[in-house]
DNA sequence: TATTTATTTCCTGCTT
DNA sequence: GAAGCAGGAAATAAAT
């Protein structure tokens, strides 16, 4: 499990890969001169050719400063005509910015708007996206630590300390949230939930969070039922009916829906979640590994606990590797998997997938 | 509101 | 025998 700094430097280096400045390119200072001495202060980082601040942060956070450090890199990148940009409307902070519709921003920003737009929402759901598979993963650490409390936590391969975390968290706001224990049983693959903390902060991103924001009565659920219990339970207590499982009644998806964030991304397909695993395997806990990284060739380690997370991220804690292994090989047909004959939890990125190239990163 | 998409669930049969 | 794979069929939520 990587340290807390390099996990705190993931999303920035994440952020970087998608946003990469040529380092011959100027910095777009004279566009944005007339805005005043403060809006200056944020880029002189990027005239010296450092990241500029925007980089390590969350859109949402952003000041007006780096908002328009932002704006100013796209115009340039784009080699847009600055002259067509109402600035007297650029005067808002992250947080206003991020509720901007594609609309308002083609208004402000004429034929650039979209371009903003896309870049702008790209990175939201990347975040959103890292913040999930931290969040869980710092609640796998968390409940091992606590699980496995008075034993020698750094035999199970914990580098984590609950300081850290917190550090962490105090760091990146965005990393802000419950904290619920589950434990992932260093022998097995299975995932159970031993018990829950929950910290908020008046910020907390709960209100805007990641997918697996549970609420207290979510959180109870798992409680009660346990992934552990899963196996033996509904399918085997009398058939369970086929489909996906039924929503949950209205009040509680209400409620659900109340704490969901209203910037919260589209959710993520099967694969994505898979590539995105696959992709920071500082974070995956040994769940897959690539056995070819060109080829896009990788295997399931521990496909069970594959299986619980992605029943967590989507709500379904009767998920199984044998129901996430028909996704996978649905995807066949539509060639976002290629099959790899003969070898057991082996599978192939096809060619209508995406992302999982070392040069598309890059990119 | 109807249709489509992307799963989810269950199942049988086969392979490792 | 257990685990995994293959794929049909049906159901469902969410997106279009």
Not at 37 to 45: I, P, R, Y
Not at 47 to 66: D, I, R, V
Not at 135 to 148: I, P, V, Y
Request: some cysteine; proline content about 3%.
């Amino acid at each position: 499990m990587a340290g807390s700094c390099e996990i705190s430097n993931i999303f920035s280096n994440y952020i970087s890969a998608m946003y990469q400045p040529e380092e011959a390119q100027e910095a777009p200072l004279e566009l944005l001169s007339h805005l005043g001495k403060e809006d200056n202060v944020a880029l002189t980082a990027e005239a010296t050719g450092e990241k500029p601040a925007w980089f390590s942060e969350l859109p949402y956070f952003w000041s007006k400063a780096q908002v328009l450090e932002w704006i100013s890199y796209h115009v340039e990148k784009n080699k847009y005509d600055a002259s067509a940009i109402n600035f007297s409307c650029c005067n808002m902070d992250g947080y206003t910015l991020c509720h901007c519709t594609q609309e308002q921003l083609g208004l402000i920003f004429g034929p650039l708007g979209d371009e903003l737009y896309n870049r702008l929402h790209e990175i939201i759901s990347v975040s959103d996206e890292l913040t999930w598979i931290i969040d869980l993963l710092e609640k796998q650490d968390m409940s091992s630590q606590e699980l496995f409390a008075g034993s020698n936590a750094t035999e199970l391969g914990n580098m984590y300390t609950k300081e850290s975390l917190e550090e962490m968290k105090s760091t990146h706001p965005f990393c802000q949230g419950e904290f619920s224990y589950v434990s992932m049983s260093p022998d097995s693959s299975d995932i159970s939930v031993s018990g829950t903390v929950t910290s908020h902060s008046p910020n907390s991103q709960d209100s805007g969070g990641s997918d697996l924001d549970l609420d207290p009565t979510e959180v109870k659920l798992i409680f009660d039922d346990g992934f552990a219990d899963y196996k033996k339970g509904d399918v085997k207590h009398g058939k369970r009916k086929r489909g996906r499982p039924r929503k949950l009644t209205k009040d509680n998806r209400d409620c659900l829906e109340t704490k969901k964030s209203k910037h919260s991304p589209r959710g993520t397909h099967l694969w994505e979640f898979i590539r995105d695993i696959l992709l920071h395997p500082e974070l995956n806990e040994g769940l897959m590994k690539w056995e070819d990284r060109r080829e896009g060739v990788f295997k399931f380690l521990r496909s069970e606990a594959v299986a619980q997370l992605w029943g967590q991220k989507k709500k379904n804690s009767s998920m199984t590797y044998e129901k996430l292994s028909r996704a996978m090989r649905y995807y066949y047909k539509r060639e976002i998997l290629e099959r790899v004959d003969g070898r057991r939890l082996v599978y192939k990125f096809g060619k209508n997938s995406s992302g999982w190239k070392e040069e598309d990163i890059l990119n």
